[in-house]
């Protein structure tokens, strides 16, 4: 089994930053790729950022020169570090994981492992 933990959330004020990490955990034979979605009460998840493992990152407009992903795929962690935050950013965010897992021999793809969460809190 794979598991995706997010943490590095937290209450910060109007402009200040936080770096979100993710670790996907378990039976990880690769990352092909994270993403970091978020979701307001009331609202729907939507998405803020992915990577692949390649490097190959793209970011929601709103995310745009503020977040930046990125990924240590030998270490199976992701980060987001966000900048320049505002009331807006207040929101659960959620890591999801690209993995390889299984065996060597009968390896398979989970296209689609979530972690529970972390809250990011921003106060004006």
């Known amino acids: 089994q794979v598991q995706v933990t997010e943490s590095g959330g937290g209450l910060v004020q109007a402009g200040g930053s936080l770096k979100l990490t993710c670790i996907a955990s378990?039976?990880?034979?690769?990352?092909?790729?994270m993403g970091w979605y978020r979701q307001a009460p009331g609202e729907q998840r939507e998405s803020v950022a992915n990577?692949?493992?390649?490097?190959?990152?793209n970011y929601a407009a709103f995310a745009e020169g503020r977040f930046t992903i990125s990924m240590n795929g030998d270490k199976n962690t992701g980060f987001l570090q966000m900048n320049t935050l505002k009331t807006d950013d207040t929101a659960t965010y959620y890591c999801?994981?690209?993995?390889?897992?299984?065996?060597?021999?009968?390896?398979?793809?989970?296209?689609?492992?979530w972690g529970q969460g972390t809250q990011v809190t921003v106060s004006s």
């Open positions: 999801n994981a690209d993995v390889m897992t299984g065996s060597t021999w009968r390896p398979r793809r989970d296209r689609d492992v």
């Open positions: 378990g039976n990880v034979l690769h990352v092909y790729g």
């Open positions: 990577i692949t493992s390649g490097g190959l990152k």
